[in-house]
């Protein structure tokens, strides 16, 4: 429910039902900037949260930036793929404010669990946004140190990483980081299609029971690969944190400012001893799963059209342009700036080295195993057996 | 470092060997910026857009729309400096004007192939897969070929290393060792017990055509191996098999056994139509067996008249007059299913599904409601000439409102078919056949046959459909009657 909502906006460009007795049924979507531009002071949550951001313009035209960046960055990725240079690409084409909302929510102290589509997130943390790029071309096992961003690695195994956050978010208690202003939180990433999987679902149990401090953010896109989302539950899936005995709340993740207040508020709850909550942010794929799939198989052009009017950078440009906080030329210079670190970004993509193959001896234990030895001596015996090798 | 770069086609999805180009958006001589979408591309997986590596001028374009393309070959050339003059040498004695044909070996040795990183190199990781490919985790896996094995050191001279299977001493067709049929999973040796084997080298024993129950084991316990079944393969190779009609019944197999047939025209049409039904209109099928002797009773006193003498009487053109008048008595069954909407036709456009050489299509007579019964009988003897002979005019195949498909013609009772898109029933005929039938309380000889009803559940509810199917069968169990009682 969106309070001072001008005109019903809110209630109209809500997405319409799917079904029946479906999953969407009719949302309470958290939303403080609507697809037309339009703030909306504060909003209610299901609990009676009330959720309001107060950003200066400069930190506006921050949130801007980073949609912008995030978004090019990943469309010179998904280019790089078809062009032969990756293996393979997920791109986060239309999530880029459920991401970057999330993603500025949290704090320096607070650990993220990514899944392999949190480009977004990544940025936010300060990551050189080429190192997903290492991982995706086959050179490299990701490359970041997830201890000195805060970042986990990206997690492929569905669902997985939530397990981890569980547990990392208990050990946050363990050490007691938490009950002050500075303590920690942790925050689980997902999609729609993992909350179908047993590692969440244990997940949510565990993180309940321990009163974890960690919030579960589902980017509800619409779509498992192909499975609907109306295919996947028959209630609305921020509605099913009840039976786990934690808060829910569904907020509309093409609003960067709403996804911001809400991440912000749960990590903050959880950071001060009130356990974990969970996030659906409610957006859409605009793209393919992967690049390995077609989405043209299995959804209608309409509805991809449909979401198009609610596209996350469009309504924030808007609204920028009508409260007078950014000009042509600041909208030109992001370009600009996203033009430039695309095309750098790809040159330093052509221009990773190759591994060596023996090098995947390297980095598997700590001090070394005399099997792993002999069996790095035996490789290196088999590649010397080539003509023109260098060994 | 030359200024013309080659692009070749990359593995777009994961472990896939192989794309179609459905279409050039660029042409030869076009200037391109970095990024912009240049070919459209299907590979098994999905239908993408590649976008250009390189911005310049197109220079050449080495595949027509339609072929289909293996990855790692060059698919298109572009100029990356085209501002800087002329072309030197081997480029330009091959492109003599501004139209470029394929260009000569000669000149794609000239310019700079982009090397195709992220690819396996073949032969180094991956166990031998059958069918020449390596096995990986999703897709077909690439091909090995000995060509691209990177040379050895040692005694073997490079050239005899690389030198491809016919330099061995007796060529191995892999078709031929066709000893005896495996009984799968229950071979037995010959000493009456079970055989011991591994499922893959059951498999492989199954695909080489070895008996596992004529082996002796040299594994464990007297398991048998996959070199038991190998070495078994080569010498019953060896031996004189008469295997001519097995080699020649599957000469138009490759080497891997396996026959590649592109789908498209009628096969591609039926398969989108299909599916697209199959998982959109929610079908029931119903069935009912009915005694239609007297029918055929009825059809040859039609065929000993005057005016039938000359003209083509199947039973299809009975149950195509069944269906006629059943539609009249319920013409809900006669519509199409829009959305929000149901469109009900006045009108019967009656489909006839023909298998014919390019597939199966299923043109339809229109308006057959009105046409007499002479006139049907002209009309469909019509349509199914000209399907035969592969005339049959996009519109004479639009626009279909119900359909038949005659499966007896192919000699089976009965089918579930599935709806054309946009029709709300189809109706399948099964053979006509002498069965023993309870008869005026005797068990006779009958002519009998089995009709099939699929229907759109969404329009169609079980009672209207039951109804339709048993009025179709009425009219054929005594079609005199049914005449006299509905007309």
């Known amino acids: 429910m969106a309070k001072g909502d001008p005109g019903g906006t809110t209630r109209s460009r809500r997405p319409a039902p799917r079904s029946k007795k479906g999953a969407a049924g009719n949302p309470e979507l958290v939303q403080l900037l609507t697809p037309d531009g339009e703030r909306i002071d504060s909003a209610t949550g299901p609990d009676g949260t009330e959720y309001r951001v107060d950003f200066t313009d400069e930190e506006y035209r921050g949130l801007y930036r980073d949609l912008v960046m995030v978004r090019k960055l990943d469309a010179e990725a998904t280019a790089l793929q078809r062009q032969g240079e990756l293996g393979l690409w997920a791109s986060l084409l239309g999530q880029e404010a459920a991401q970057v909302g999330s993603g500025r929510a949290l704090r320096s102290q607070d650990m993220a669990f990514p899944t392999y589509r949190e480009h977004g997130v990544l940025y936010c943390r300060g990551i050189d946004p080429i190192m997903p790029l290492g991982l995706f071309r086959g050179v490299d096992q990701g490359g970041w140190d997830p201890n000195e961003f805060k970042f986990n690695m990206y997690t492929i195994v569905i669902g997985a990483q939530t397990l981890h956050a569980t547990g990392y978010a208990m050990g946050i208690t363990m050490d007691g980081k938490i009950g002050t202003d500075d303590g920690e939180a942790a925050i689980a990433y997902f999609g729609d299609g993992a909350t179908s999987q047993g590692d969440v679902n244990e997940a949510f149990v565990w993180a309940s029971v321990f009163n974890a401090p960690l919030v579960f953010f589902c980017q509800n896109n619409q779509y498992a690969i192909s499975e609907p989302l109306e295919r996947q539950t028959r209630v609305p899936l921020y509605q099913r944190a009840a039976g786990f005995g934690f808060p829910g709340v569904r907020v509309d993740g093409n609003d960067v400012l709403a996804s911001y207040a809400v991440t912000r508020t749960a990590l903050d709850n959880s950071r001060h001893g009130q356990g974990p909550s969970l996030i659906e942010a409610y957006t859409y794929r605009m793209g393919a799963h992967t690049t390995s799939d077609d989405p043209t198989r299995y959804r209608i052009a309409s509805e991809v059209e449909s979401w198009q009017a609610k596209d996350p950078i469009t309504r924030v440009k808007a609204f920028l342009e009508k409260q007078q906080i950014a000009d042509a030329a600041f909208f030109a210079e992001v370009d600009e700036q996203a033009r430039r670190e695309s095309v750098h970004l790809r040159e330093r993509v052509l221009n990773m080295p190759n591994p060596e193959p023996v090098t995947m001896f390297d980095n598997v234990y700590p001090n070394g195993s005399p099997l792993l030895d002999e069996q790095r001596a035996t490789f290196n015996r088999y590649m010397e057996s080539f003509e023109g090798s260098a060994h | ?487």
């Open chain 2, 1 to 487: 470092m030359s200024r013309i770069k080659t692009f070749n086609l990359p593995d777009l999805g994961e472990g896939l060997t192989e794309g179609e180009i459905l279409a050039w958006l660029v042409k030869v001589g076009d200037t391109i910026e970095l990024n912009q979408p240049i070919v459209e591309v299907e590979t098994a997986k999905a239908a993408v857009e590649i976008p250009a590596k390189w911005a310049g001028q197109v220079q050449a374009i080495h595949h027509p729309e339609g072929t289909t393309v293996e990855v790692g070959t060059p698919i298109i050339a572009i100029d990356t400096d085209p501002g800087a003059g002329p072309l030197e040498a081997p480029s330009t004695t091959a492109t003599p004007s501004g139209d470029l044909p394929t260009p000569s070996a000669a000149s794609l040795a000239a310019v700079e192939v982009a090397p195709a990183e992220g690819m396996v190199e073949p032969g180094l990781i991956g166990g031998a897969a059958p069918g020449g490919r390596t096995a990986v985790l999703v897709g077909y896996g690439p091909r090995t070929t000995a060509a691209k094995r990177r040379p050895r050191k040692g005694a073997v001279p490079a050239q005899a290393a690389a030198a491809p299977a016919p330099a061995a001493p007796a060529p191995q067709p892999v078709v031929a060792p066709v000893v005896a049929p495996a009984r799968d999973g229950q071979a037995a040796t010959a000493t009456g017990g079970l055989v011991l084997a591994k499922p893959p080298v059951r498999k492989l024993a199954k695909d080489l055509g070895v008996d596992l129950g004529t082996l002796t084991g040299s594994g464990p316990l007297g398991s048998i191996t996959r070199e038991d079944v190998q070495q078994a393969a080569s010498g019953a190779v060896a031996g004189p098999i008469a295997t001519s009609s097995v080699t020649t019944s599957v000469a138009s197999f490759g080497a891997d056994r396996e026959q590649r047939i592109p789908v498209k025209g009628v096969r591609k049409l039926t398969a989108e139509n299909m599916s697209r039904s199959a998982f959109t209109a929610p079908h029931v099928t119903e069935f009912l067996t009915v005694d239609v002797t007297r029918a055929m009773k009825a059809l040859d006193r039609l065929r000993a008249r005057r005016e039938w003498r000359d003209v083509r009487v199947s039973p299809l053109l009975l149950v195509a007059k069944a269906v006629l008048l059943a539609v009249k008595r319920h013409p809900m069954v006669n519509s199409t299913w829009a959305g929000d909407e149901i469109v009900v036709k006045d009108y019967v456009n009656l489909g006839i599904a023909a298998a014919t050489e390019r597939g199966l299509i299923v043109p339809n007579v229109k308006d057959a409601g009105r046409l007499s019964l002479r006139e049907l009988a002209d009309s469909l003897n019509g349509l199914v000439q000209t399907a035969k002979s592969g005339r049959t005019s996009p519109a004479d195949m639009s626009g279909g409102t119900l359909t038949i498909t005659n499966v007896g013609v192919f000699g089976v009772d009965t089918g579930t078919p599935i709806l054309p898109p946009g029709e709300s029933a189809i109706l399948a005929f099964g053979a006509v056949r002498e069965m023993p039938w309870v008869h005026k309380g005797k068990v006779r000889a009958r002519q009998v046959t089995t009709l099939g009803l699929s229907f759109d559940h969404r329009i169609i509810d079980g009672e209207l459909g039951s109804k339709f199917l048993r009025d179709i069968g009425d009219f054929l169990a005594d079609p005199e009657a049914a005449l006299l009682a509905w007309t």
